[in-house]
């Protein structure tokens, strides 16, 4: 069976979609951009890097409500605007997750919502 994943500290999808589902073991986060806990309609400033702190923000508390943690990804996907940005959002990844770090695929794309220059979406087990 499948289940949305509510977090109430997370930000609600923009869309018609669920900020996360799990399906059995499986925890599946939902592309995230880093959207600004004051106001949810903007995008954190501070570039790539603070872009992909808060992501992780998001992520952390996500995977809270099903018990797991970042140590528990297996797998995640970056999307950035500008493979530029590849240095300083793995730099601060790096400090996130645990060794064995996650499987990783970075995809350059030419356009996020709302003008984010990073997303996110990771796969977890439990």
Known sequence: MKYSINAPQAPEAPGAYSMGTTAGRLIFTAG????????????????ARAEVERIIEIITILLAECGCTLSDVAKSTLYLTNL?????????????FVTPAPALS?????RLPRGALVEMDCIACR
């Open 32 to 47: 995230q951009i880093a959207l600004d806990p004051t106001d949810p309609s903007k995008v954190v400033s501070g570039g």
């Open 84 to 96: 530029n940005d590849l240095g300083a959002v793995e730099e601060a990844i790096s400090r996130h």
């Open 106 to 110: 970075v995809v350059e794309v030419t």
